[in-house]
Nanobody, 119 residues
Framework: QVQLVESGGGLVQAGGSLRLSCAASGRIFNANAMGWYRQAPGKQRELVAGFTSSGSTNYADSVKGRFTISRDNAKNTAFLQMNSLKTEDTAVYSC?????????????WGQGTQVTVSS
């Protein structure tokens, strides 16, 4: 199986920074893509930043220039550096890993970490 554990969330004032981590373990070879998602109360989950299967990155327009996704392959860990945080960034942030096995794609999710940005 695959386990994803997020950490690094918390309470921060607007304009501040946080760094989220997503540690992956288990059968994570053949990972296809990875992403950070967030869901605010009453809103749909949205992709914040991600790595595509080709290794390129993509970002939601709302976080471009403020958030940076990175990873340490040796440690099977991905990061989301969040700068210039805004109150509208408040949400539960989750990481997701897509893995291909025998031609079938499987999506795995972490439990999420709360990010609260105060004004």
């Amino acid at each position: 199986q695959v386990q994803l554990v997020e950490s690094g969330g918390g309470l921060v004032q607007a304009g501040g920074s946080l760094r989220l981590s997503c540690a992956a373990s288990g059968r994570i070879f053949n990972a296809n893509a990875m992403g950070w998602y967030r869901q605010a109360p009453g809103k749909q989950r949205e992709l914040v930043a991600g790595f595509t299967s080709s290794g390129s990155t993509n970002y939601a327009d709302s976080v471009k220039g403020r958030f940076t996704i990175s990873r340490d392959n040796a440690k099977n860990t991905a990061f989301l550096q969040m700068n210039s945080l805004k109150t509208e960034d408040t949400a539960v942030y989750s990481c997701s890993l897509r893995i291909a096995r025998l031609g079938i794609l499987y999506d795995y999710w972490g439990q999420g970490t709360q990010v609260t940005v105060s004004s």
